[in-house]
């Protein structure tokens, strides 16, 4: 199920993709990011729950599917278009001026550290009507406001079809707060993105 594209008083081009999900996203992500074009003008920014005391695999894991560069941010990176940055475990991410990374200790939301919501606000935040956000499978409600603060500022939100989610919670929560221009599960959500990138707006 798709909502139209919201008509737009102009070309819209977006600037960044903000990704987030839980349990049974990583899944998702294997749909997502190998149908990322090595053109693609957007950053990528991806926060997915993590055990805290463990390092991430998940640049290990997607560095030969994914055509872009990978890497896990870091405090102060610049955040490069055509480029995918991972969330550390046990931080908070964050956009801020620049763009660059800002890495966070503050506390846990909804018991995560890495939280989609903080991501998704700041980046709203920063970008504006230039933000995509994109919300997967999960477990709790990490990311509904944030994902319904990407759409109040005029950004593009897409949600993953809880049918085809592992962890239906996360989507749902998100269509409780009337977040999504676009429920689709992940074959449909790449599709799009490449419907976008073809009319030069990622």
Do not use: K, W
Request: aromatic share 4%.
């Amino acid at each position: 199920m798709s909502a139209a594209l919201r008509p737009q008083p102009r070309r819209q081009a977006y600037s960044a993709i903000v990704v987030g999900g839980s349990a049974g996203s990583v899944e998702a992500l294997a749909v997502l990011l190998p149908a990322l074009p090595t053109t693609l003008r957007s950053a990528v920014l991806v926060v997915l729950h993590l055990p805290r005391d463990r390092s991430s695999l998940l640049t290990q894991i997607f560095h030969t599917r994914c055509a872009l560069p990978l890497q896990e941010a870091q405090d102060h990176d610049a955040i490069e278009p055509g480029r995918v940055y991972f969330a550390p475990p046990d931080y908070h991410l964050l956009v801020d001026v620049g763009p660059r990374a800002a890495l966070s200790v503050d506390a846990p939301v909804h018991y995560s550290r890495p939280s989609i919501d903080v991501l998704f606000e700041s980046a709203a935040d920063l970008y504006g009507s230039q933000l995509v956000g994109i919300l997967l499978s999960g477990a709790n409600e990490d990311g509904a406001l944030g994902l319904a603060h990407v759409r109040a500022i005029g950004g593009l939100t897409i949600v993953q079809d809880p049918a085809t989610a592992a962890m239906p919670a996360m989507p749902q929560a998100a269509l409780a707060r009337s977040a999504a221009d676009h429920i689709l599960p992940p074959e449909g959500i790449a599709a799009l993105l490449a419907q976008l990138h073809y009319r030069n707006l990622l």
